[in-house]
């Protein structure tokens, strides 16, 4: 045992962590937005484990899905000369703060990394021909949770089209039962019209999201998915402004709601409560999606520290364990998402974790594997802000979808 772990060791038995180990142990402080219940368990899979190699963890969590006070926290700290040794960045960001030249390479462990990423993610990983961040899982962003006892209760199936969505929608309204969880904050509107956009075909949706084709922007079909949004929005509760995700998760596992629009992070709540796929509720694709997959891939980046040129030990550390086989299984089993490394067994997954594996395989070979917009992954940061302003303006107001397709074309011009 290295000197390292065995300090490690004899801290974590609460023995030994005082002045004389104080000098050999690394801190590692941590950024990220993981605070749910599934979440806050699955990066404690990754805080024992660097605990275990007898690093410090000094976690600084920024509750917030989709991490947008999370990163307005970064940028202070960064700026204030703080950076911090790891923070949770992912997509054309990990780009954009690489071009600030304040990350570290951690190019020393990642021999194997190739080979064992599917080529799209591990492009995204580096900038300049360096590994500059280290990817934890795949997250499938166009799903629908459902309340399986809800359905039945009206004798329903899981909704393939948006014709059959909004017939059983009815349904659950008819029976006093809310149709929608959602929460109104402008990532989980935007989470939703990129839904609806994905639903038009995989072509459709690069056109629109990924190359911001004016023609595609400014299409009828692009009015029309305004009009379903703006539909699918009269089956949401009032209170919904402001509502943090993982509470619209709940209002479907307790049954006040029957159904959300949710990556799969939300099965990280269904799992931490306890409940089982198939017997208290249903993950299906967003209609007319079936073959596609919106993809969200997590990954931390790692800071230059203070009177440090490279990557500390604790940093390059956190990186091979990111991405060693073991912890990728685990944390995705917690966190709700597919391992992002290749051939990580898949037995233990439970029957939703199973079919987006299968899902992603087919959607990678017929052209239907996007980058999601709402979680980071498709454009930078402005131009993602730019839109995601136009889509909650739309869904806080009375505005009509024509005006809105005109602003989105305007925001998808914001560099
Ligand atoms: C992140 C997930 C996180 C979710 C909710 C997404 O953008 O990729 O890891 O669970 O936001 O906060």
Redesign the pocket.
């Known amino acids: 045992m290295k000197f390292r772990a065995i300090m490690g060791a004899l801290c974590a038995a609460g023995l030994m962590c005082g002045a004389a180990s104080a000098q050999a142990a690394e801190s590692l402080s941590v950024l990220h937005?993981?605070t749910s219940g599934g979440?806050s368990k699955a990066v404690g899979v990754l805080k024992d484990d660097m605990q275990k190699q007898g690093y410090v963890w000094k976690d600084f969590a920024v509750a917030g899905?989709?991490?947008a006070a999370a990163m307005t926290a970064l940028k202070t700290q960064v700026i204030s000369g703080n950076a911090p040794s790891a923070a949770q960045i992912k997509g054309p960001l990990i780009q954009e703060w690489a071009e600030q030249g304040v990350l570290v390479p951690i190019d020393s462990v990642t021999g194997d990394w190739k080979a064992n990423l599917p080529p799209q993610i591990d492009k995204i990983i580096q900038a300049d021909g360096h590994y500059v961040a280290a990817p934890f899982s795949v997250?499938r962003v166009n799903w629908v949770w459902i309340n399986k006892a809800a359905l039945d209760k009206v004798g329903a199936k899981p909704p393939t089209t948006w014709a059959e969505f909004f017939t059983v929608a009815d349904k659950l309204k008819a029976a006093g039962i809310q149709p929608v969880a959602a929460g109104g904050q402008p990532w989980q509107d935007l989470t939703l019209w990129e839904d609806v956009v994905l639903s038009q075909g995989a072509d459709f949706y690069k056109k629109a999201i990924v190359d911001l084709d004016q023609k595609t922007l400014t299409s009828q079909q692009m009015v029309g998915v305004f009009d379903t949004v703006r539909k699918i929005e009269s089956y949401m509760d009032n209170g919904r402004t402001g509502r943090d995700?993982n509470l619209a998760t709940a209002m479907v596992i307790n049954g006040k709601a029957a159904m959300q629009f949710m990556?799969d992070?939300a099965k990280g709540e269904f799992a931490n409560a306890g409940k089982q796929p198939g017997k208290d509720y249903i993950c299906a694709p967003v209609p007319a999606t079936e073959k596609a997959f919106t993809f969200?891939v997590?990954s931390f980046v790692f800071f230059q520290q203070k009177d440090q040129k490279a990557a500390t030990p604790g940093q390059l550390a956190l990186a091979k364990t990111i991405m060693t086989p073991a912890f990728q299984e685990q944390f995705s089993l917690y966190k709700g998402s597919i391992p992002v490394r290749l051939g990580v067994p898949m037995d233990r997954f439970d029957d939703c974790g199973k079919r987006a594996y299968a899902d992603e395989q087919v959607a990678i070979k017929a052209g239907g594997y996007v980058p999601s917009l709402a979680?980071g992954m498709a454009q930078r940061d402005a131009t993602a802000g730019a839109i995601t302003d136009v889509v909650t303006k739309f869904m806080n107001s009375t505005q009509d979808s024509k005006s809105a397709v005109e602003a989105l074309a305007r925001a998808a011009k914001t560099k």
């Open positions: 937005w993981w979440e899905g989709a991490g997250h995700w990556g992070w969200n997590d979680h």
